[in-house]
Structures are given as structure tokens and as C-alpha cells.
């Protein structure tokens, strides 16, 4: 398994670094708070075996659906800034305690970082502090999550891979202050048996897997324990048929969504980084992983925001995994990666979406920029035009300012909304109608809204969810004329979808076909931003439904007409007008739907017909 000979460090030379701090502000702004954070740790660490830890996706507000903020100082508190509401009971509290240990896990790298900067040897004794409290008291420490998914640390076995991967990056950077002894302590009580553990839970080509045999994979290396490396990479669940079997031939990752995409990629990229440093081969690996990081840049909108299919945080952009974008141009440096850091930080920083209390990401950026960014990135504009992806099911649309992402099907049903045929709009900086995607899986919005067919820009038949179809067929696609229709076959027995979507800027033509030979209820849906106007008087109407989400349309108004009809969304400086050709019966209803949370709203148009198959025509236009 050795490679070139030639090994590394993790940061080649540390003086640069120094330089940053004393003459970039932003470079500052980071090594501060970096020294802010750590040294909370440092001063008030203190675990307890009898804490229990539960699942990170229970820590949203039963009363709102909004991420419980993580407060370090006070256990059992859970209380929601978005609503005041405290949220109490076992399965709060035991989340709190897997997001004690998943920041104390990263609080051991940020240590071992400001030890190579410092010299401060109170950062080398709280990384033993840590470890030493897991090899003491492994055997008592008790979680409680799902059955399938049971970890010995952190709650489920992922969040324990991952705990495993940042305390061996924070012991790489004071690797050379531990004993002999010490080392097989560590090895022997903790990283032992969570080998074992995790690689006897890595049973399927899937994200959670490739976390797992990643912590695997650098503990062998650390250790110098070769069979736990090549356990790590070869096997029909190693990492290396991870990335054959589960990244597309585009670049993707086959499970759909942006961010489990980047969320995969994130441990391939902390394992060859220790592979460098420990000069181990790993069979192309690097090839796959780098296309992997140019893929998303291909796809990503002009503000830096990315299309949000499937499961995910909501609102990513590329602003949340600036950090891998940094490890990334460390190890295979590309113009793409140039242009996502350009567009990660300054004015295009939004929060992250990350648990815990510490800045994941600022306006300066986090610790990887610190380690191995800049002030200034080229950002060159990447030539970035229309393109279908047919192995990933998905096609991007641009015409000048204005670009469509489109998704028609399915590689799998793993983390996938029943939403074919869904689309998402953005012109000129303002991503009009985007997918919500879902936030903590415990949350009601997530299983009632977030999850269902109606929160999506597609259609539903018969009031109730698709059926998850699996792979779409594009029948025609027109690169130079920004054009595509796709199908999907059986989104219901019986029922296929095809959508004929031309893009000129500002200006989309979109035909929706419902084919089917038996009679059923079609409801076409569209969501936007802005303010919504109409020409046409609607009046109140009753719920729509029960289930499915139809019982979270709110202020629902109808209006029925055979004639066609135009709906404006209007914001500050552009509107956004939708007209549709008219049919003989015609429901229309305007509501309003959530997003993220309950506090978030945005208004939407659901067109229903009844008959023997359905066809919608509409044109958007932006002005």
C-alpha cells in the first residue's frame, strides 16, 4: 500500500500561517476566535459516563420545527430561541449530550492546531483529557438511538466515526508529545474496539459507511496498523468501492443531494490527507474524489447558493463547505476550487447550518481557511452553461443570468423526496423558487411538509405522495437552445410525467404532461418568492386535506375559471409573472407554505384538474 516515498505533514510550515495572523484581519479574526472557543473547553471540559447520548435530529423545537440551540453552559435547558418554547425530556437532554461530545471531538483538533501556533502545552493535556476519559470509561458509556444505527460515544455509530476522525487530526498535530505507552493505551481502549465497531456496521454502499471506514482507514494509519488500513479501503464496503459504486459518472454522489454529496466527500478527504502524510497508496482514489469536489461548482447558482434536492439542511451554499473546498485545493489544487472559495466568504457568507455553538464558518472563514487558504482567490467565472447529467437525473438550464435546475429522477431511494419532475428557478442573483429540502429528521415539519410531494414545484395525483420512481429518461435534450423534456415512468400505477422545459433568459416555457388512461386528480403546484398579485378574485375555501401536507396549506383561497390566467410575484426591484393556458374547469388555489421553519413562509399556486390524464402549459416570465 506505499505510495511515492515521499511523506508530509498535515501543515508543511507553520511560520505562513503566523504571517496570516499578524497581517491579514481576516486570518486574525479567525486565530481570536479560535483561542475564544478553545479556551472555554480547555477551562470547563468535564464529561460524565453516565451521560447518555441520543440522536443529534431530535434537537429541533417540538413547538416550531427551528434547531434548538446548543448552550455548552446548561445541560437540560433546550430552549428555543426562535419561540421561547423549552423543549423537555430524555430524548432533548440526550442530544445535548451527543453535541457536548461531537464539540469537544472538534475542540480536540482546534487544540492540537493552536498547540503548532502556540506552544502552549494546555492544549496537548485537555486532547489527553479527552481521550483519557473515553479509555477510562469506554465500557460504561451508554446511547440510545435506533436500533441499526448504535454507537458507543456519540449516539449512533456515524457520529461516532466522525468524533474518531477529528480527535486523530487533533493527536496527528501533537503526535510527536505522546509516550509509547500512552499511545497503546489510547489504541488499546478506545480505538480498538471502535475499529471493531464501526467496521462491522459498514454494510452497504452509503454516506454513513464512508465515514466509518474512513475513521477505520486513519486510525491504521496513526497506530501504524496496515490491516486496519486495507480493511479500510478494499472489501465489498471498503472505501475504495464506495466511490465506485456510489459517485456517478458525473461527480455525484448517488444519493441525490447536495449536501450528503459534500457530506460524503468530506472523510475521502481527511483520509487522503493522512494518507499523504503516511504514504499510503490508495488505488485512484484521489481522481474520483477530486471530480467529486468539481461537480457541485458545475452546478452551483450565480450568488453561490446550491439546487437543494432531496434531504439536506436547507439554504446551502457554498459558503458551508468552504473548509473542504480549502482541504480540497490543498491536495489537488483547480480552478473550480478557486471560484467556490470566491464565492464562500465576505458577501456571500450565510450561516451554516452545522450542530453546535462554535463558528463553523464566518464572514474570515474557519480553521481550514487559516491552515490553508488566502485572502484573495482568482474566482474566475467558470464557464458554466447548459448540461444534463443523465447518470445523476438531474440537467441544469442557463441563458444568461437566468438558470433552472431540474431533477427526473432517482438512483436511489436513500434520502429521496417524492418529487419527480421538480424544478428550481434563479435570475439574477434571486433564487425565486428553490427546494426546501428538510432539516432534523425528528422534526414535524420534515415529516409532515418538508418530506411530502406538495412541497415541491411538480404534481400530485389523487392528494396523495409519488411513489419514489427510480431513473428518469430524457427523450430530448437541446444544449444550444436550452431546452429538455424528460420522462418518468410509473410515478403512480398507472401514471407517467413528462416536462418540456425551453429557457431563454428571463423567460421559460414549461409544458407538464399527466399520462395516464384512467381518470384521476391533478394538482400542479408552483412556489415563489415575492409578494403575490393577482388579477382575479379568489375566495376562502375549506382545507384541502387531512395528510400529505395539504393540511399545512394555510390562508387557502380559490378561484375557478376555463380561461387562462397570470399570477405576479413581486419583490423591491423585478417581478416575476406566471401565466398558464387555460382548460374547462380549472381549480385554482392560492396559499401559503412553510420552509425551514414555521416562522418562514413563502405564498404558492396549486392548479387542480380532473380527467383522463392532464397538461399544463405555463410561461414565467422575470421582469
Known amino acids: 500500500m506505499k505510495g511515492t516515498g515521499v511523506n508530509v505533514s498535515y501543515v508543511q510550515d507553520w511560520q505562513p500561517i503566523q504571517e496570516k495572523i499578524r497581517t491579514e484581519a481576516w486570518a486574525k479574526h479567525v486565530y481570536d476566535t479560535l483561542l475564544e472557543t478553545t479556551e472555554w473547553w480547555i477551562n470547563h471540559y468535564a464529561d460524565d459516563p453516565g451521560r447518555v447520548a441520543g440522536w443529534g435530529h431530535n434537537y429541533f423545537c417540538e413547538a416550531c420545527g427551528s434547531r434548538i440551540d446548543f448552550e455548552r453552559e446548561t445541560p437540560q435547558e433546550n430552549n428555543c430561541r426562535s419561540c421561547g418554547h423549552r423543549n423537555k425530556g430524555a430524548r432533548f437532554d440526550q442530544a445535548w449530550n451527543y453535541l457536548y461530545r461531537d464539540e469537544a471531538h472538534k475542540h480536540v483538533f482546534y487544540a492540537g492546531v493552536l498547540y503548532r501556533l502556540t506552544g502552549d502545552d494546555r492544549y496537548p493535556a485537555f486532547i489527553r483529557k479527552v481521550l483519557s476519559f473515553y479509555s477510562d470509561h469506554y465500557e460504561q458509556l451508554q446511547v440510545d438511538v435506533k436500533p441499526g444505527y448504535v454507537g458507543k460515544i456519540a449516539g449512533t455509530d456515524l457520529c461516532d466515526a466522525v468524533g474518531m476522525i477529528w480527535l486523530l487530526q487533533g493527536m496527528e498535530m501533537i503526535k510527536e508529545t505522546f509516550s509509547t505507552e500512552e ?4 489504541k488499546s481502549k478506545l480505538f480498538d474496539p471502535q475499529v471493531e465497531l464501526l467496521d462491522s456496521h459498514s454494510t452497504s454502499i452509503h454516506n454513513i459507511p464512508c465515514w466509518m471506514k474512513a475513521a477505520v482507514g486513519m486510525a491504521g494509519m496513526f497506530f501504524g496498523e496496515s490491516s486496519y488500513v486495507e480493511r479500510a479501503l478494499n472489501g465489498p464496503f471498503g472505501l475504495l468501492r464506495q466511490l465506485q459504486e456510489g459517485v456517478t459518472a458525473e461527480g455525484f454522489w448517488y444519493e441525490g443531494s447536495f449536501h450528503y454529496h459534500f457530506y ?3 472523510p475521502f478527504t481527511y483520509f487522503l490527507l493522512f494518507a499523504r502524510i503516511y504514504d499510503v497508496e490508495c488505488g485512484g482514489m484521489e481522481e474520483i474524489v477530486k471530480r467529486m469536489y468539481v461537480f457541485p461548482a458545475e452546478l452551483v447558482f450565480d450568488n453561490g447558493i446550491f439546487p437543494n434536492p432531496n434531504d439536506g439542511w436547507p439554504n446551502i451554499a457554498l459558503t458551508h463547505y468552504a473548509g473542504q473546498y480549502e482541504y480540497a485545493n490543498r491536495l489537488f489544487p483547480d480552478p473550480a476550487f478557486e471560484y467556490a472559495l470566491s464565492r464562500s466568504y465576505e458577501e ?12 463553523e464558518n464566518s464572514p474570515e472563514g474557519w480553521v481550514q481557511r487559516l491552515l490553508f487558504g488566502k485572502g484573495e482567490y482568482a474566482g474566475e467565472e467558470m464557464q458554466r452553461g447548459t448540461k444534463n447529467y443523465p447518470a445523476s437525473n438531474i440537467c441544469s438550464l442557463r441563458a444568461g443570468k437566468t438558470a433552472l435546475f431540474m431533477k427526473y429522477g432517482l438512483n436511489t431511494r436513500s434520502h429521496a423526496h417524492p418529487d419527480l419532475m421538480n424544478i428550481e428557478l434563479f435570475d439574477a442573483d434571486c433564487l425565486w423558487s428553490h427546494d426546501i429540502s428538510s432539516n432534523g429528521y425528528g422534526s414535524f415539519l420534515f415529516l409532515e411538509w418538508q418530506r411530502k410531494t406538495i412541497a415541491h414545484n411538480t404534481v400530485i395525483v389523487d392528494a396523495v405522495d409519488q411513489i419514489c420512481s427510480e431513473r ?23 401514471v407517467d410525467y413528462m416536462r418540456d422545459i425551453h429557457l431563454q433568459e428571463g423567460c421559460i416555457s414549461d409544458t407538464f404532461q399527466v399520462i395516464s388512461e384512467d381518470e384521476h386528480l391533478t394538482d400542479w403546484l408552483f412556489h415563489c418568492h415575492g409578494q403575490m ?3 382575479f378574485e379568489t375566495q ?11 393540511q ?9 375559471t376555463n380561461n387562462s390566467w397570470l399570477i405576479r410575484w413581486v419583490l423591491p426591484e423585478r417581478t416575476l409573472i406566471l401565466r398558464m393556458e387555460g382548460f374547462m374547469g380549472t381549480e385554482i388555489y392560492l396559499f401559503e407554505g412553510y420552509e425551514d421553519t414555521t416562522a418562514n413562509k413563502r405564498s404558492g399556486v396549486l392548479v387542480r384538474r380532473k380527467g383522463r390524464g392532464a397538461e399544463y402549459r405555463a410561461v414565467y416570465t422575470i421582469e
Open 472 to 494: 428518469g429518461i430524457v427523450e430530448r435534450f437541446e444544449p444550444e437552445r436550452n431546452r429538455i423534456r424528460a420522462k418518468a415512468k410509473e410515478v403512480y400505477p398507472g
Open 348 to 359: 456571500y457568507y450565510s450561516p451554516t447550518m452545522a450542530y453546535g455553538g462554535m463558528i
Open 540 to 550: 376562502p375555501c375549506v382545507p384541502l386535506g387531512s395528510e400529505f401536507g395539504y
Open 264 to 266: 460524503c466527500v468530506e
Open 183 to 186: 499511545l497503546q493505551l489510547y
Open 552 to 560: 399545512h396549506l394555510m390562508n387557502l383561497r380559490v378561484f375557478t
Open 533 to 535: 398579485e393577482t388579477d
